[in-house]
C-alpha cells in the first residue's frame, strides 16, 4: 500500500531536462555536482526515457530528447558550499562560463553561471552571511 502521494525524501517540484544524450549530461552532473542516480528506465532502443538525479537536496528529472519532446534548454539555480570549486569543475568538464563567481554589490551571495553543452543555464551560488 502507499502511504504518500510522492516518493520519500522528494520535493514537491522538479525540474525535468529534455536533452540531446541524457546520460552525458547525467556523467557531467555526477562529476560536478557530486549527483547520484536515483531511478532510471531505459527505452527499448536504450536511450533514456526518464532518469532522475539526486543533487544536495533536490531530485533532477533528465530524459533523451524525442520526436515529440525536442531538446530544451531552462535556467536552474543551484545552492552549494563552494561555488568557486565547482565553478572551476564545470569549465574544467567542458561547460562554458558565463560570469566566474562573485559578489555583487548589494547580495549576500557569491554567485557563478556556466552553461553545458545542451544549453542549459546553471546559476550556482555560496551564501556569504
Known sequence: MISSYKPANYNSLSPYLIVNDARRLAALLKGI??????RKIEREDGSI????????????????????YPPQSIMLH?????VDEVYQMAIAAGCEGIDPPK???????????????????????????
Open 33 to 38: 555536482f557530486k549527483a547520484t542516480e536515483q
Open 49 to 68: 526515457l526518464h532518469l532522475e538525479l539526486l543533487i544536495d537536496d533536490s531530485i533532477l528529472m533528465i530524459a533523451d530528447a524525442t520526436a515529440d
Open 78 to 82: 543551484l545552492y552549494l558550499p563552494n
Open 103 to 129: 559578489v555583487q554589490d548589494g547580495d549576500v551571495d557569491k554567485r557563478g553561471m556556466f552553461t553545458d553543452f545542451a544549453g542549459n543555464f546553471w546559476s550556482i551560488s555560496t551564501q556569504q552571511q
